[in-house]
């Protein structure tokens, strides 16, 4: 993947960022449930008993937020360096390490560290960490 820096805007990067610790935030104080992706959109996969209202507009609003941002203001162009088998092995690993992590990078890095929990510092250290090691053995070491 390339990032374009000269597009590079932190204005709205900053409002994405305080628009998503706002989200999580009104979340946990309105519902009690904290906005891990996986696990909201585990729990649609997976029916709880009266959970499948909020998850579900919790998903949609995922969907809806970046087509609503597009009537604004154009999307960034994104260019992915990877096949299909690449990316649906990635998206396997990833699915993977959210069950055994029991959590993803927005329960365990957003929600988890705002509420100081050691064990979502553990999981997010261990992902980031996983995370670097990957790309310099995928570009250092095997040269992609």
């Known amino acids: 993947m390339t990032i ?3 597009a590079f ?3 709205t990067a900053l409002a994405g960022g305080a628009l998503i610790g706002l989200a999580t935030a009104v979340l946990l104080l309105l519902n009690g449930r904290i906005a891990g992706i996986s696990g909201i959109l585990g729990g649609l996969l997976f029916r709880a008993p009266g959970e499948t209202a909020w998850r579900l507009a919790f ?3 995922l969907l809806v937020g970046p087509a609503l941002w597009m009537l604004v203001h154009a999307l960034p162009p994104i260019h992915i360096d990877a096949g299909y088998p690449v990316l649906v092995a ?6 993977i390490g959210t069950r055994y ?3 993803c990078t927005s329960g365990h890095g957003v929600c988890g560290l705002s509420r100081l929990s050691p064990r979502s510092l553990v999981a ?3 992902f980031m960490a996983a995370g670097f090691i990957t790309v310099f053995v995928v570009r250092h070491l095997l040269g992609a």
């Open 4 to 6: 374009d820096w000269n």
């Open 101 to 103: 992590g029991s959590g």
């Open 124 to 126: 997010t250290l261990t």
């Open 9 to 11: 805007t932190p204005y």
């Open 59 to 61: 998903t949609i609003g």
């Open 90 to 95: 990635a998206g396997l690993l990833v699915g």
